[in-house]
């Protein structure tokens, strides 16, 4: 049993949901193909085949009332009452027909000849609306063919079982076994859905975002229109539709009249099915890959149009049953086995953007049209033609059909080059298919190799990276010649595709990649060479000199490759190290990634050691956060962990990340950071990726951050009731960000236990200010589970009304506070009310300087916080009337915020000095010389006394690299000045 859930590529933990998935996937399908079968027997014997156009008329109406209506009314429904209520309303409409049955009113058989549709297209809803519910996306990928797989099958089942069905209960009470796989559908459906959250109704705001169809159909259109592919596939789809019902009524017609017993046509009906849909399957597990590589997909869909050109063309010389259900078997067996999926892989080419827009137009008008068209045809043709001449209807038709197709293949080699000059390489990439291995274009592997030789350097470099990918034999020697192309770039492209193809015949031309004059080249020739199978002592050999070269990714990739090889270990692992440590940044960056790559204890010893640096930059703290990770997760939970309280954000997020990757076992740890204020925010983005938490500690914490909100909630409030300065404001409003704050934590920790996405949907809505959004998101909320419901009512409260000055500043409170920027603030507030003396003057100033950084434009965005870390960093220089502050010409190391009093600023041009501006408070100059590393580009002289906050290049710098927000307002001030100063200098 293990290895059958093994081989079926179930996972641990999954088996309950797919067995139950599978059960209902094998018996909806089981019952729609044994019922649906009953009724077209019943339909051809008691109506009459010759209404079948009639049918396909009502057939394309109401495909399309349920193509446009339908789906739209279905999403207004819950998820839960849709999917417990479908089946049980299926199955009773399936008894009520049952028992109208007994009435034999004529109209009863086009009504269920039509039904069986509107009842399958609810089936398919309903099964594939639960498996996209019980699996995450990636589960999908894996398990949804298997589901499909389980769905033939019950048609297979369902097909053989008819005959032996109707002769032992009568034909119509199919129907009623039909009603029976429902029933054990929903058993099954209410067992699996029980445990499980469902997403409530999307949100008003994600309703009013989903596209109509109607907007999806004009989209589609307009790339239709453009692309010479789309338009004659939109014509073929016509003819494909009057192909598929020409040959759908004469068999029809020829079953009722040889079985002329409606248990004996039911019985052949189910078997034909059956036998049909199992070789499809077959021919598409099997045969569908391998034609593609060999012929291509487009010539497979041309096979097609030649099966129907001499179908027709038999059945017009020869009408006879034999050769009807011949040509029908062919028809369906390469209709659902090859041609559906080339056709599908087809659309690869349409941008993906655009691809499900063009489908749902395709889908919805040309091939609707087709049936409509159809059904005319045959309407007509029933009663003006003979059937021999419908047949060469037929054929006329299967001759338009092959020439749209011949038409669409030019259209779709041009569509596989324009991909390669887009520099799309995606759509060449064959993916692995359920059961089948890769899927892969001939049109496309043609394409490819001749890229190779095109003049464009992209397509050339594209074309090596597909051929790379795809692995294959007849590409080695055009990959080889590739490496003497002139652009780098494509050497560096066929060395990464020749290391995928593993070429291991031509190892020296690979070799002399390593003295390429381009270093991206010799990266990818050490790293090639380290992929294939080559002699341990040869490798050394090659890589050995590659230690000394003058870029560090080639030589710490040389260096990881001998370690891995064991070859030369003492001087790779102290190249390493000693770069690791001492390097510039990107040298280290690369280092510490190949020690990863190493991983032993001592390399591990060694990063956890960098770790304790308390200036490690950022970036490097990331990338040895995850080498640690890379050599042994389980050791390297505890500073994952600790990672999760750093103060850089990308530092918590990069420790989350990891931790979400080792999964399971960290949850524990994850769980107790949250209990620690300094790391609950990490341990937050933490848990968001990882499975659902126990509901226990997450709604305590809820529960206690709710608590905290509304603590800080009611102290805001108490303050706003003081008199109010610059001071207070700036008190007011850290509190209400720190209310803020718990209450949104609170409500991630809640989303935590139910679908994640519309909880961080409603939380971003939240933050948005808008007052009507978040009325709808209030509502939402609403329909969470009621204890959880209640854990987070206080914060509903807050948030729906602008908080009242009440009460008094409780200020003794707020100084003990353990924030220590809120204590800072409360005293300040407090000093400037008179309330209480400051005793640190070091802190007066620095929040007197946070008060006026405040007003400085630069910082206007910054978080009071945020702020603070700027005052932290800038000290105070004053200078007296005609002063210097910085000289043209000079290097300049430091920037000033003009904090009091005016400046000049002035350059010299022809000898004379040209007045270029006056700064004055809140400006800042002496930038340019930090950012362009080049001399001052003026002077700036003081105008009686200033008092200046100077920052120095360094802090400047990681200023700007850690503060979105105040480089751009810096790059806007540089485009002023330089406008500015172009003006002046040139009038
Ligand atoms: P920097 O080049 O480091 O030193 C001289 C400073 O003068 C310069 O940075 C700017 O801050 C300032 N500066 C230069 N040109 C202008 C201008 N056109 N307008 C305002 N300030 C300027």
């Not at 086995?337 to 691809?355: H, K, S, W």
């Not at 597909?466 to 294959?472: F, Q």
């Not at 996405?757 to 971003?764: F, H, P, T, V, W």
């Not at 003396?837 to 916080?865: C, D, G, H, Q, Y």
Request: one cysteine or more.
């Amino acid at each position: 049993m293990t290895r059958l859930i093994r081989a079926l590529s179930i996972r641990s933990g999954e088996s309950r949901m797919a067995s139950l998935m599978i059960g209902i996937m094998l018996f909806t399908a089981m019952g729609a193909a044994l019922g649906g079968t009953g009724i077209e027997a019943l339909f051809f014997a008691r109506f009459g085949v010759e209404y079948l156009p009639y049918m396909f008329v009502g057939l394309g109406i109401t495909s399309m009332i349920m193509s446009f209506g339908f789906s739209a009314a279905l999403g207004s429904i819950p998820r839960r009452i849709l999917y417990i209520s479908i089946p049980l309303f299926i199955a009773a409409i399936l008894i009520l027909a049952r028992l109208a049955l007994f009435t034999k009113l004529s109209w009863l058989y086009p009504a269920l000849w039509l039904g069986k549709e509107i009842l399958n297209f609810l089936i398919g809803i309903l099964v594939w609306g639960i498996a996209g519910v019980v699996c995450d996306t990636r589960q999908a990928k894996r398990l949804f063919p298997l589901f499909n797989a389980s769905r033939i099958l019950g048609q297979v089942i369902g097909g053989f079982v008819t005959g032996v069905l109707v002769n032992t209960i009568g034909i119509e009470n199919l129907l009623l076994v039909w009603a029976g796989t429902m029933l054990l559908a929903f058993l099954l459906s209410r067992t699996l859905l029980r445990s499980q959250q469902l997403p409530a109704l999307p949100t008003a705001k994600s309703r009013q975002k989903q596209p109509t169809l109607i907007h999806e159909m004009q989209q589609g259109y307009r790339y239709v229109r453009k692309s010479r592919l789309m338009r004659w596939i939109s014509l073929s789809a016509i003819l494909f539709s009057v192909l598929y019902f020409s040959i759908s009524l004469p068999f029809s017609r020829a079953a009722t009249e040889q079985y002329v017993t409606e248990e004996n046509l039911a019985a052949f009906l189910g078997l034909f099915n059956g036998i049909s849909t199992a070789a499809a399957f077959l021919a598409s597990l099997f045969f569908a890959n391998r034609l593609f590589a060999r012929f291509g997909i487009m010539f497979c869909i041309l096979v097609f149009t030649i099966i129907y050109l001499v179908g027709f063309a038999s059945l017009a010389l020869f009408p006879i049953f034999a050769i009807v259900v011949s040509f029908r078997f062919i028809q369906m067996l390469w209709l659902s086995g090859i041609a559906d999926p080339a056709y599908q892989a087809m659309f690869n080419v349409v941008p993906g953007e655009r691809r499900d827009q063009v489908r749902t137009f395709i889908d919805g008008v040309p091939e609707q049209a087709g049936v409509f068209i159809a059904g005319a045809i045959l309407i007509i043709g029933e009663q003006t033609l003979a059937p021999q001449q419908l047949y060469v209807v037929g054929l006329i038709a299967a001759a338009l059909c092959t020439f749209a197709i011949q038409r669409a293949r030019g259209g779709y080699n041009e569509a596989l080059i324009e991909a390669l000059q887009a520099g799309n390489p995606h759509l060449f990439y064959s993916e692995e298919q359920p059961f089948g291995g890769f899927r892969q274009d001939a049109a496309a592997v043609r394409a490819a190799l001749n890229g190779l030789a095109d003049p464009d350097p992209i397509i050339r470099r594209v074309s090596a990276e597909i051929l790379g990918h795809l692995s294959l034999p007849e590409a080695e020697a055009p990959l080889l010649n590739g490496l003497n192309d002139l652009d780098a770039l494509v050497r560096a492209s066929c060395l990464r595709a020749l290391a995928q193809t593993k070429t291991t015949s031509a190892i020296d031309r690979i070799a002399a990649s390593v003295r390429d004059p381009e270093p991206d080249v010799r990266f990818e020739a050490v790293a090639a060479l380290s992929g294939l199978a080559i002699s341990p002592s040869q490798l050394e050999e090659y890589l050995n000199p590659m230690l000394d070269d003058a870029d560090s990714r080639v030589s710490t990739r040389a260096a990881s490759a001998l370690l891995k090889v064991g070859c030369n270990v003492a001087r790779a692992k102290s190249f390493l190290r000693y770069t690791a440590a001492l390097g510039e940044l990107s040298e280290r960056e690369n280092a510490i990634i190949a020690m990863g790559e190493w991983g032993d204890t001592e390399a591990f010893v060694f990063l956890v050691n960098e770790l304790k640096d308390r200036q490690l930059p950022v970036m490097i703290r990331r990338v040895i956060l995850a080498s640690l990770t890379k050599i042994d997760p389980a050791k390297s939970i505890s500073y994952l962990i600790e990672g999760l309280g750093h103060v850089d954000v990308s530092v918590r997020e990069a420790a989350a990340d990891l931790l979400a990757k080792i999964g399971q076992p960290v949850l524990e740890s994850v769980l107790t950071a949250l209990q620690k204020p300094k790391q609950e925010e990490g341990a937050l983005l933490a848990l968001q990726q990882l499975p659902m938490p126990p509901q226990k500690p997450i709604e305590e914490y809820a529960r206690a951050a709710v608590s905290r909100a509304v603590e800080y909630d009611a102290l805001m409030r108490g303050v706003k009731a003081e008199a109010s300065n610059e001071a207070v404001g700036l008190l007011l409003e850290s509190l209400q960000k720190k209310s803020n704050g718990y209450g949104v934590r609170a409500l991630r920790a809640i989303g935590l236990l139910g679908d994640r996405d519309s909880m961080n949907l409603a939380i971003e809505i939240l933050e948005m200010h808008n007052s009507a959004q978040r009325a709808n998101v209030i509502e939402a909320l609403e329909s969470l589970n009621s204890r959880r419901r209640s854990i987070i009512r206080p914060l509903m409260r807050l948030w729906e009304e602008e908080s009242a000055p009440d009460g008094k500043a409780d200020w003794g409170r707020l100084i003990a506070d353990d924030d220590s920027w809120i204590r800072d603030c409360a005293l300040f507030a407090a000093h400037k009310l008179g309330e209480i003396e400051m005793e640190n003057i070091a802190t007066l100033s620095l929040m007197e300087r946070i008060l006026f950084f405040k007003r400085v434009p630069l910082f206007a965005n910054l978080s009071p916080a945020d702020i603070k870390q700027v005052a932290a960093i800038a000290e105070e220089v004053s200078f007296s009337n005609d002063d210097i502050i910085v000289r043209q010409g000079e290097v300049g190391d430091v920037m000033f915020i003009i904090a009091s009093g005016e400046v000049r600023v002035i350059a010299s041009k022809d000898n004379k000095e040209v007045e270029l501006a006056r700064r004055k408070v809140g400006d800042f100059i002496g930038e340019m010389a930090l950012i362009s590393k080049e001399p001052r580009s003026a002077s700036v002289a003081a105008v009686g006394n200033v008092h200046t906050l100077c920052i120095n290049q360094k802090s400047f710098e990681s200023l700007l690299r850690d503060r979105p927000d105040v480089s751009l307002a810096v790059i806007q001030v540089l485009c002023e000045r330089l406008k500015e100063a172009g003006l002046k200098l040139h009038r």
